[in-house]
């Protein structure tokens, strides 16, 4: 075998996906317990792209477990058994939603992320898609684990700087009307791909994969993909 034959593949994984869905950061760490698997095989890149779940969402947010009944029109039962159910396939892929912050958990809500897109826009850009994925993932943890005011300059700042960045440069991304376009554009990069609902995963700039996967289907697809490629660059 040669040298380059034994190289991992470089491969770019391009993600749309929103701070507020569970199953955003399920399929990330399933995906990522799959790259785990193929290490030596492939060497990704992993890039976070804006999706909006809810870009109406008033300041105050809206109660997690009203926004599901009203959204989705189920009964208070019906979303309980939702957001058990989503529990559980985190715990499975390796996440919690148990809360971790200080004192009594305060409600669960969601709140539009428009500011968050921004920073995260602006981390890829000025510093690449690694601290972008740590960003994500310290965003998930605010969301998720800490119940945290996800649309508060603040609060954003403050996560911002547990990664590692800037203040004053995350500061001033939220306010960017440059960094604010580039989000819509990847909103309408997204309404181009057909992405209607996330996470989606695109591979090399082609190939998509829908929704939250299991581990093995993450790894077939992307070795399925490295094999189309190999094959077409062979001719």
């Known amino acids: 075998m040669s040298e380059a034959a034994s190289r991992p593949v470089p491969v770019t994984v391009d993600i749309w996906s929103d701070v507020m869905c569970p199953w955003c950061v399920i399929g990330h760490n399933q995906l990522e317990t799959a790259l785990k698997g193929m290490e030596g095989e492939v060497s990704a890149t992993i890039r ?5 779940l809810n870009p109406d969402m008033p300041e105050q947010g809206e109660e997690s477990a009203a926004h599901i009944q009203r ?3 189920r009964t208070p039962d019906q979303a309980a058994d939702a957001r058990g159910h989503m529990a559980q396939a ?3 892929a390796g996440y919690s939603f148990r809360y971790t912050g200080e004192g009594d958990p305060p409600p669960a809500m969601m709140w539009n992320t428009r500011l968050a897109h921004r920073l995260l826009v602006h981390t890829l850009r000025e510093h690449g898609a ?3 994925v740590k960003l994500k993932r310290a965003l998930f943890d605010a969301h998720f684990q800490q119940r945290r005011r996800m649309n508060d300059p603040a609060v954003l ?3 911002a700087a547990s990664v590692g960045i800037d203040r004053t440069q995350a500061a001033a991304a939220l306010n960017d009307p ?3 376009a580039i989000v819509e554009a990847g909103e309408q990069q997204a309404w181009d791909w057909n992405i209607s609902g996330v996470p ?6 082609k190939y998509m994969i829908p929704g939250a996967q299991d581990p093995a289907t993450y790894a077939n697809m992307l070795r399925r993909v490295v094999a189309k490629e190999a094959a077409l660059a062979a001719g």
Do not use: C, S
């Not at 976070?48 to 909006?52: K, Q, R, S, T, V």
């Not at 989606?200 to 700039?205: E, P, T």
């Open 90 to 92: 985190a715990e499975a």
């Open 200 to 205: 989606a995963m695109i591979v090399n700039g």
């Open 48 to 52: 976070f792209h804006p999706f909006e």
């Open 178 to 180: 440059e960094i604010d």
């Open 71 to 73: 959204k989705y029109g």
């Open 130 to 132: 690694e601290l972008q």
């Open 157 to 159: 700042t403050d996560i």
